[in-house]
């Protein structure tokens, strides 16, 4: 089995930061991209950022140039870094990883179980 635990979710106010951080452990042979993706209430879920093993990240248009993703790939461990951080961010926000858990097997995606993030004065 895989595990994806997160941390880092909380309450701020608008213009101040946070970081998020997910590790997987557990039957893992490979890892292959890993992303960070959100939910608000009444709407579907939608991709943050993601990142590949070798460091190429796509981020969507509403957080570029205030979040940044990064790995350490020794650690199986995703980051999520969010800056001015603005209401329209709350959200629960979930991590993602592609693993290969068993030699043979194919990629597969496992999910964290979502850390709250809620931005407001």
Do not use: H
Not at 43 to 48: A, D, H, Y
Not at 53 to 58: E, L, M, V
Not at 113 to 119: A, D, E, I, P, S
């Amino acid at each position: 089995q895989v595990q994806l635990v997160e941390s880092g979710g909380g309450l701020v106010q608008p213009g101040e930061s946070l970081r998020l951080d997910c590790a997987a452990s557990g039957s893992i042979v490979s890892i292959g991209a890993m992303g960070w993706y959100r939910q608000a209430p009444g709407k579907e879920r939608e991709l943050v950022a993601t990142i590949t093993p070798g460091g190429r990240t796509k981020a969507a248009d509403s957080v570029k140039g205030r979040f940044t993703i990064s790995r350490d790939n020794t650690k199986n461990t995703v980051y999520l870094q969010m800056n001015s951080l603005k209401p329209e961010d709350t959200a629960v926000y979930y991590c993602n990883a592609e693993v290969v858990p068993f030699i043979g097997w194919t990629t597969r995606s496992y999910w964290g179980q979502g850390t709250q993030v809620t931005v407001s004065s």
